[in-house]
T-cell receptor
């Protein structure tokens, strides 16, 4: 049973480009969470999704950021027109149901140059 | 909204010394979880506490959930160099599904 898979592990984008981060949850997990971590800082909640539904996106910036978790395929975090301040590690976590602990992927380290 | 504060932010200890990190929430929590993140790694789940006043042990690690379910602590006895990393608490409120993470305590152990 593979763990939470995130790809790519490292992503370099020029300012103004789009970044697409993928997360495949553990088998049997229908809940996905995205977190952002700036260097030397804690984890900031961005969005919580179940299959085909966004449950809570209160941590997501209103512009340029979007997330989806389609019926088939991985969850995608999309950042349009990236800026330097978007450089961070983005972690995805999944759980099989509500209100229990989550398993984290290894993260995608986004660098905007 | 819910806020979770963790202290200290950093802690340097000599190998063999004890270490404690404290977590405080602005609101009552339904449960609290602890994670460890090694340098360059990803958070790894350690434990979940649910009941008021609960105490759980994992070898040299002792986790405690306060009576009011608003604070928690992690205590490591006789630290080892393998304990190096950042320890995060994460609280879940009574309403909603969002896990709110504390800022973490970065532990450094001198051999």
């Amino acid at each position: 049973n593979a763990g939470v898979m995130q790809n790519p592990r490292h992503l370099v984008r020029r300012r103004g480009q789009e970044a697409r981060l993928r997360c495949s949850p553990m088998k049997g997990h229908s809940h996905v969470y995205w977190y952002r971590q700036l260097p030397e800082e804690g984890l900031k909640f961005m969005v919580y999704l179940q299959k085909e539904n966004i449950i809570d996106e209160s941590g997501m910036p209103k512009e340029r950021f979007s997330a989806e978790f389609p019926k088939e395929g991985p969850s995608i975090l999309r950042i349009q027109q990236v800026v330097r301040g978007d450089s961070a590690a983005y972690f995805c976590a999944s759980s099989p149901r509500d209100r229990i602990y989550a398993f984290f992927g290894q993260g995608t380290r986004l660098t905007v140059v | 909204g819910q806020q979770v504060m963790q202290i200290p932010q950093y802690q340097h200890v000599q190998e063999g010394e004890d270490f404690t990190t404290y977590c405080n929430s602005s609101t009552t929590l339904s449960n609290i979880q602890w994670y460890k993140q090694r340098p360059g790694g990803h958070p790894v789940f350690l434990i979940q506490l649910v009941k008021s006043g609960e105490v759980k042990k994992q070898k040299r690690l002792t986790f405690q959930f306060g009576e009011a379910k608003k604070n928690s602590s992690l205590h490591i006895t006789a630290t080892q160099t393998t304990d190096v990393g950042t320890y995060f608490c994460a609280g879940r409120g009574n309403a909603g599904n969002m896990l709110t993470f504390g800022g973490g305590t970065r532990l450094m152990v001198k051999p």
